[in-house]
């Protein structure tokens, strides 16, 4: 069985960071992602990651948050750094577009 299952979310201050994982299981993914989804507005794209390390960022991220993984444990990170409470989303992870975790909400607030 194909899964993503996220991990990491919580509640955390302004200028706060937070690390969100992906673990999959069931198939290696060429590309993962990091999606979220704001109260209100439509899923939108925040990261991608292939699997030879090539990285892609929405320009709202840019400078702030990190992707990586690590293909042995075939897992993705999101390291985000200076969090403002627009962040605040349910994060999604994403396998070659076409698989979805359930999602773990980051609330950024004082």
């Known amino acids: 069985q194909v899964q993503l299952v996220e991990s990491g979310g919580g509640l955390v201050q302004p200028g706060g960071s937070l690390r969100l994982s992906c673990a999959a299981s069931g198939s290696i993914f060429s590309v993962m992602g990091w999606y979220r989804q704001a109260p209100g507005n439509e899923r939108e794209l925040v990261a991608t990651i292939t699997v030879g390390s090539r990285t892609n960022y929405a320009d709202s991220v840019k400078g702030r948050f990190t992707i990586s993984r690590d293909n042995a444990k075939n897992t993705v990170y999101l390291q985000m750094n200076s969090l403002k409470p627009e962040d605040t989303a349910v994060y999604y992870c994403?396998?070659?577009?076409?698989?979805w975790g359930k999602g773990t909400l980051v609330t950024v607030s004082s």
């Open positions: 994403n396998g070659n577009g076409l698989v």
